[in-house]
């Protein structure tokens, strides 16, 4: 299990990467290597050249863009995601759901871009930007083109990316105010790839001038259960606009998940027992994510109280 | 054809210049070129742990590396971490606690505990087993690899307070 013969060159600007990439048929990007590696080594992939993207600057660092959403370069590691400060207070999703991917040692090389472009069908981080609309930055030979995730998906380890074009950037805009989450994951053992997760958003309005909160923005996204990550509008849509969730709104989006999906059976996991998971999975997350937004709700309320107590 | 790169790094402390192949995975750069054995080599494709070492700072697979890629990094292996004589303090608590006994895994082991009780507060058992998740033992069942660990973080709790 040793790879074959390759070439290979560090790029020191994008553009050198994609004249590299451009160079030679056969070329592939080396980013983390976490998952092109075991495919080189299993020599499932001969590629003639390996271009390395680890060491271009304009790829690192997550950066705050105006408005309260952040960029992040896609050479950007698993761990800096997990730990950074800036996603902890804007996107506390990211960095719960990370702790899901890989283990340490892991993480500590792949990148965002990696698993990305990688497109594991179980991988974390598509389904994580999926749910929170990240657009992505594409270079090629003709230049720029900013991209939505769903249409950067097109399936199982399938993506639009060409060849000899470069995923260098996310861009996550900020979540709507008075948002909530819940993150759920089911794997074989802690680090493996997901047999099923599950990812809620709620936001809710603001209940101005006493009238009364509402759902304004609802997001519901799957993985493990699909070819790609997956949203579900028609269950979005039933919650936006409702004030209160009841155990049979609950079940009906549920439902509406399980029969949107199409999982497959491999040597994990039977496609039947993935849809109960996704079912049971998404009731759990659903209700996590209501009672959450109602937690908030309740402490906002008591802060407004206790702030008319000190104005007495 | 086979192509030929210049790569110069410390491993251990001391610095070494070598030409290898691109294919050449830092692993068996560092068994087969550096004849650092203590670095194991199980499954290669990042499964079992055995061939983790310290690189930068940070644990990872040598086996998902190639030796070009170490080109100008810092790195230690098992014959790095400690001397008979002067254990390093995780290694102390392996022998303490019997946390080996064939001794395959352990390197791998012991590069993957440094860094976990580096980033994490471990402050559960479950904590340390999702943390040795990624490294396969055959001999010992881990309960004496979550006991060594559980021993490296309750003295540092001590040393800090
Ligand atoms: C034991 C193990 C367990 C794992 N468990 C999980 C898990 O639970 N969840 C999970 O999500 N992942 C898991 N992974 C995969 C890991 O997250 C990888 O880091 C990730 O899938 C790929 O990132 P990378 O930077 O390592 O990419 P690489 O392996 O370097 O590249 C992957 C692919 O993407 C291409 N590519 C890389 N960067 C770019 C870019 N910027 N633009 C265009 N193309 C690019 C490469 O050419 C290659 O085809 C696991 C891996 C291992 C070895
Ligand atoms: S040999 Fe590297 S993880 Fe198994
Ligand atoms: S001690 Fe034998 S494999 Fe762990």
New binding site residues.
């Given amino acids: 299990m040793k790879p074959a013969i390759f070439d290979y060159e560090v790029a020191t600007s994008i553009e050198h990467a994609v004249r590299l990439l451009s160079s030679s048929d056969n070329s592939?990007?080396?980013?983390?290597?976490?998952?092109?590696?075991?495919i080189i080594n299993f020599r499932l992939l001969e590629p003639s050249l390996l271009v390395d993207?680890t060491r271009l600057p304009d790829?690192q660092g997550i950066k705050s863009t105006l408005g309260g959403g952040i960029s992040i370069g896609?050479?950007t590691k698993?761990h800096e995601l997990e730990t950074s400060l800036l996603i902890k207070e804007r996107f506390p999703l990211i960095s719960d759901a990370m702790k899901?991917?890989?283990?340490l040692a892991?993480r500590n090389?792949?990148?965002i871009?990696?698993?990305l472009?990688?497109a594991?069908p179980?991988?974390?981080?598509p389904l994580l930007m999926l749910l929170l609309d990240a657009v992505l930055h594409i270079t090629g030979p003709t230049g720029l083109r900013k991209i939505s995730v769903k249409e950067f998906l097109v399936g199982a380890l399938t993506t639009i990316?060409e060849d000899n074009?470069?995923?260098?950037r996310i861009d996550i805009p900020s979540l709507p105010k008075r948002t909530n989450f819940a993150f759920n994951e089911l794997?074989q053992r802690a680090?493996?790839?997901?047999l099923c997760a599950v990812g809620v958003t709620i936001s809710m309005s603001s209940g101005m001038l006493g009238r009364t909160k509402k759902i304004k923005d609802a997001r519901i996204g799957l993985m493990g259960v699909n070819d790609t990550a997956i949203r579900i509008s028609e269950a979005e849509n039933l919650l936006i606009g409702r004030s209160s969730l009841d155990s049979s709104i609950i079940d009906q989006v549920a439902q509406i998940c399980t029969s949107t999906i199409s999982p497959n059976t491999d040597l994990h996991a039977s496609a039947d027992f993935r849809r109960h998971l996704a079912l049971q999975m998404t009731k759990k997350t659903l209700t996590e994510a209501w009672e959450k937004a109602q937690a908030s709700k309740t402490s906002e309320n008591q802060n407004k109280e206790n702030q008319s107590e000190e104005n007495l | 054809m086979s192509f030929q790169k210049t790569i110069t790094l410390k491993v251990n402390g001391v610095n070494y210049t070598r030409t290898v192949e691109p294919r050449l995975l830092l692993s068996d750069f560092i068994r087969e070129d550096l004849l650092l054995t203590g670095t194991h080599v199980g499954c290669e494709?990042?499964?079992c742990g055995a061939c983790t070492i310290t690189f930068n700072g940070d644990s990872i697979?040598s086996c998902?590396t190639l030796a070009v890629q170490a080109d100008g990094a810092e790195i230690t292996t098992v014959e790095g971490m400690g001397s008979q004589e002067n254990m390093s303090k995780i290694q102390q608590k392996f022998q303490e606690h019997h946390a080996l006994q064939c001794g395959f895994c352990t390197p791998g082991m012991l590069a993957t505990c440094e860094d976990m009780v580096k980033k994490y507060p471990l402050t559960s058992e479950d904590e340390i087993r999702d943390g040795l998740s990624?490294n396969l033992c055959r001999c010992t069942g881990y309960q004496h690899i979550v006991d060594a660990v559980q021993a490296v973080v309750k003295e540092d709790k001590r040393d800090v307070s």
């Fill in positions: 592939k990007i080396i980013a983390g290597g976490q998952s092109l590696m075991p993207i790829l896609a050479s698993h899901h991917v890989a283990h892991i090389k792949g990148t871009g990696g698993s472009s990688h594991d179980a991988a974390e981080l990316l074009e470069i995923l260098t794997s680090g493996d790839l997901a | 494709h990042g499964i697979r998902l990624g």
